[in-house]
Nanobody, 123 residues
Framework: QVQLVESGGGLVQAGGSLRLSCAAS????????MGWFRQAPGKEREFVAA????????YYADSVKGRFTISRDNAKNTGYLQMNALKPEDTAVYYC????????????????WGQGTQVTVSS
């Protein structure tokens, strides 16, 4: 079992930045690939970014490429999502998730999920 807790969400103006954190506990965090997903009201959960468990390969949704950066610190059992140049359409609940390797872009591949953190971007 892996428990995940997100933090760092909030209200920010368009063009601003936020850094989300995902604190993991339980089984070894470094055994899992990590992903970030988001869900806006009335929409399906969508993939944002993923990072491999050790070689730190990354993959991004086209909508966030160049603006968001996913990273992780296995020594601290923590993952991060740095979000820059935020847009109103980035408004959503953001979830971190853990999956057995390799990293994946589909939610069904992820076994463990956090409770989510709200990100609201005002125009």
């Amino acid at each position: 079992q892996v428990q995940l807790v997100e933090s760092g969400g909030g209200l920010v103006q368009a063009g601003g930045s936020l850094r989300l954190s995902c604190a993991a506990s339980g089984r070894s965090f470094s055994s899992y690939a990590m992903g970030w997903f988001r869900q806006a009201p009335g929409k399906e959960r969508e993939f944002v970014a993923a990072i491999s468990r050790t070689d730190l390969s990354t993959y991004y949704a086209d909508s966030v490429k160049g603006r968001f950066t996913i990273s992780r610190d296995n020594a601290k059992n923590t993952g991060y999502l740095q979000m820059n140049a935020l847009k109103p359409e980035d408004t959503a609940v953001y979830y971190c998730a853990a999956a057995p390797p390799p990293m994946a872009t589909t939610a069904s591949r992820y076994d463990y999920w956090g409770q989510g953190t709200q990100v609201t971007v005002s125009s």
